[in-house]
């Protein structure tokens, strides 16, 4: 065999910042209890946690429904660290059992051999705080990053002051930002009710809690000003400036998703849950799933969506400004000022979530989705689960400057084209291939190719 | 009836024409129509090295009225040169149209800025080329399938092709993993599987697949003309606003059965960003949003293969050789016209016939260098 054709993959080093036999995501409890084991047998450990986040992620709803109700000290990096350490108090002990901790350090991609994927020196791991994105090699991972949001599409839902319990929780707790007064609360189970609890010890007035599935309007012009619930018939309304959506959480699944863990539906663990066996180990070698990010509790989410679905104007994709109807007649987006195809959904036989968000956009908007994959799936779902829509990197929105900065191997740079390296593709096609054609597809230096 | 072997943009496109003269046509698809390659790529719509450019260039104007869906394609492109040697390559590739007729015009960067207000002072130039263009893929390719099935054509999805079955030198009857369809002649136009496919008919068809990989950003505001690239980049603003660019390094694999594997990306997405930001160095907090990865095919010389057998002689083998897309609107009217007549009578496809791989070795992936790595 000649050598590998040096415009491609094969034999690149990818540089990277560091090597852990260890990476632990997610600084929960979870994360810190399996950070700390593994340093105590002898494994070289990283744990990463992405709070405090990046500013910008707040408005994005990344990774919580954070709903615009946290105040302008979350600005402040330096201060929201120390309440992050001091909201966990079993940080410290871990680092003194010498784990290295990185907070503010998301992790936005993973990236291990395959059968597309057979070049990679060693199983990476993608990271970036707010400057820079790197890389480091790990042998066993474990996933600790928790559970997110389920937002349930009600008019007025987008409005400033909409969280979900997730999102709640952080602003209440881990950053002590949170800039709501008076709070009702949707759901009826655990969640809820730690929902409510934590709003009590904190001196909010919890206006309500509203227990069993019912029709809700979110009221206000700029921001919550009230909601509005049906009971028994007839219509009810209370005043508060945040509505706190507490009726499910779904396992944070990204990057099991990427890594290519099996991951199956099964709404008594939240939806859309990876396989672990009784120890947390995934179907992935060397890779755990552990805590809420591989299931959480069951809860009446599907009969709280089927709700807020049944309306045709319901905004199911914020982002991209997608209509509960405009799914079902799989209208194209707006700008196109098109018709979907007679039958709308009907057409596409059996429904996939990836293929509906090509065409009509729904889940394809800057939050990555988070606010509407789970009303997406269940409009799709209706003759059973469609299958679980793709996670790619970057898992959070990085900056082009941040992902740019991530250390590049001067072979890649010396090699890189714009499509493959193949001169004779882009020569005259009703002519003979030159055997010695110069390459003008893109190469980025005149050089020759080296390696 | 014909059966097209494929529901990529190739074999769609394909059955669109045939289905607007009239033919019975059925298209069988493994998984989703326009779902592998065909429906995640950098759109573009600008060839000028296929002898199909011509007739790519006429046709991409009419699609939307021709399929009654909206394309979302859009005319011209912009390339940028960061330095002069970018721009003399540009120019190189620039020629290929403007020997053929079609009008191009150099950009002064004070002119570039004017088009294109993300570029910086690093841009030496550009060209405004007025030709060519891009349209969004998988709109396109679902386009073209519900307009086979409003002319009467019908689609299987999620139906894998088994074999072909051949009596008397002609292909009979199509084998799907759901019962036999009975044929007068069979397109295989399947991207990496159809060697195959192929090589039970007797026929070597050489291809090599690979993976590649694209990134996006969050939306900006549309710019004028949004098929902008440059800096070892391809891509596009689409119409919503979101950067879609590709480019760099490729992974050659190998494939395991019927199925195409799934295409992951890599830390070359962070090259991607790199290189974008050098193009756009006004666009630094534009946030990255999401990655692509595709399986395309790519023939010994990097060209495509259009061609009827003759044995079994009904039957036409199509790869595009990993650049599909944007010549699709011409490329089925040019296989339809070799499943009805046995020749193309708008374009020379001489240099396409499978023959031309008649003498390779064996061995010829090891000899470019294009092995598969183990997994």
Redesign the interface.
């Known amino acids: 065999m000649t050598d590998a054709d040096p415009t491609s993959i094969a034999g690149m080093p990818f540089p990277r910042r560091d090597s852990f036999a260890h990476v632990v995501i997610g600084a929960g409890e979870t994360g810190i209890a399996a950070a700390r084991a593994a340093a105590s047998s002898g494994q070289r450990t990283l744990l990463v946690d992405e709070h405090p986040l990046d500013p910008g992620l707040f408005g994005l709803d990344i990774p919580y429904l954070f709903g615009g109700r946290l105040d302008a000290s979350t600005r402040q990096a330096g201060r929201m660290e120390e309440r992050v350490v001091s909201a966990r108090p079993d940080l410290v002990m871990a680092m003194e059992e010498g784990v290295e901790v990185a907070l503010g350090v998301a992790a936005w991609g993973a990236f291990v051999k395959g059968a597309s994927s057979r070049a990679l020196p060693a199983r990476l791991l993608g990271l970036a705080d707010r400057n820079a994105a790197w890389l480091v090699a790990f042998e066993q991972l474990t996933i600790a990053a928790g559970a997110r949001d389920v937002a349930l599409p009600f008019p007025g839902w987008t409005l400033p002051g909409v969280m979900g319990a997730q999102g709640f929780d952080a602003a209440l707790r881990l950053y002590g930002a949170f800039s709501g007064r008076r709070i009702a609360i949707v759901g009826g189970g655990a969640l809820a009710m730690k929902a409510e609890a934590a709003a009590r010890a904190a001196g909010l007035d919890v206006a309500l809690r509203i227990a069993a599935p019912a029709p809700l309007r979110i009221l206000g012009r700029e921001e919550v000003a009230g909601l509005v619930w049906q009971q028994d018939g007839t219509w009810h309304e209370t005043a508060c400036d945040t509505v706190v959506l507490a009726v499910d959480t779904v396992p944070m699944a990204d990057l099991p998703d990427m890594l290519g863990c099996a991951i199956a539906w099964d709404p008594a663990r939240g939806g859309f849950a990876p396989l672990t066996d009784a120890q947390g180990r995934s179907s992935l070698e060397g890779v755990a799933i552990r805590g809420e990010a591989a299931g959480t509790a069951p809860s009446q989410r599907a009969a709280w969506l089927d709700l807020a679905l049944a309306a045709d104007d319901a905004l199911v994709c914020a982002c991209e400004e997608v209509s509960a109807a405009d799914l079902r007649a799989l209208r194209p987006p707006r700008y196109l000022d098109a018709e979907g195809p007679e039958a709308g959904l009907a057409r596409l036989g059996p429904p996939n979530q990836d293929q509906v968000k090509r065409l009509t956009r729904a889940g394809m908007g800057p939050c990555q989705g988070r606010r509407c994959r789970e009303s997406v799936h269940a409009l799709l779902s209706r003759e059973g689960p469609a299958p679980l829509a793709s996670y790619r990197a970057p898992l959070r929105p990085l900056p082009l400057a941040v992902l740019a900065a991530l250390e590049e191997d001067p072979a890649l740079r010396a090699n890189w084209t714009g499509w493959f390296g193949i001169a004779a593709q882009w020569l005259p096609h009703w002519e003979p291939a030159p055997s010695d054609a110069e390459y003008i597809g893109g190469r980025l230096s005149g050089e020759d190719v080296v390696k | 009836m014909i059966v097209i072997v494929g529901g990529g943009v190739t074999g769609l496109s394909t059955a669109f024409w045939l289905a607007r003269e009239g033919h019975p046509v059925t298209v069988v698809e493994k998984g ?1 129509v326009g ?1 592998e390659a065909s ?1 995640r790529n950098g759109g573009g719509c600008t060839h000028p ?3 199909l450019f011509r007739e790519e260039q006429r046709l991409w104007p009419m699609m939307d009225e021709l399929l009654g ?2 394309t ?1 394609w859009r005319p011209n492109r912009i390339k940028v040169a960061l330095d002069e ?2 721009l ?2 540009l120019w ?2 620039t020629k ?1 149209a403007t020997d053929q007729g079609f009008a191009a015009e150099a950009l002064d960067r004070a002119a570039l800025r004017e088009l294109v207000p993300w570029v910086g002072e690093s841009a030496v130039g550009g060209i405004l080329w007025k030709y060519g263009g891009h349209a969004n893929p ?2 396109a390719s ?1 386009a073209y399938a ?1 307009a086979v099935e409003r002319l009467g054509g019908r689609i299987l ?2 139906t894998p092709v088994r074999g072909i079955r051949t009596q008397g030198g002609r292909a009979v009857a199509v084998q799907t993993a759901n019962g036999e369809i009975g044929c007068d002649a069979v397109v295989i136009a399947a991207g990496p599987h159809t060697a195959a496919l192929a090589a039970p008919l007797g026929h070597r068809v050489p291809m090599a697949p ?3 990989e694209m990134i996006v ?3 900006l505001p549309p710019i004028a003309m949004g098929g902008v690239d440059g ?4 891509g596009r603003q689409t ?2 606003g979101n950067l879609a660019y ?8 190998d494939l ?1 059965g019927e199925a195409t ?11 991607l ?6 193009l756009f160095p006004r ?11 595709g ?1 395309v095919e ?1 023939t010994p ?4 293969i259009l061609d009827r057998l003759e044995d079994p002689g009904n039957v036409v083998v199509a790869s595009m ?3 599909g897309f944007g010549l699709s609107p011409a490329t089925g009217r040019a296989l339809t016209q070799l499943v009805l007549q046995g020749r193309c009578d708008f374009a ?1 496809l ?3 016939k499978l023959s031309r791989f008649g003498n390779l070795p064996v ?1 010829w992936r ?10």
């Open positions: 989703i779902w429906g090295y296929s002898p869906h909206p979302e040697g970018q003399d390559r190189k590739s290929l998988q709109r679902q519900w999805q999620h690979a993976r590649v950003t969050e939306p800096n070892g980049l391809y119409l919503r590709g480019g760099g390094p490729h992974e050659w694999i395991d594997p799934r295409p992951v990306n890599t830390p070359v997405v962070a090259g960003a790199r290189r974008l930001q050098e666009l630094g907090h534009v946030r990255v949003i999401r990655s692509w990865g399986i790519n010389d990097g060209r495509p050789s990993s650049v020379d001489s240099q396409l061995d090891s000899r470019q260098g294009w092995d598969a790595l183990p997994v």
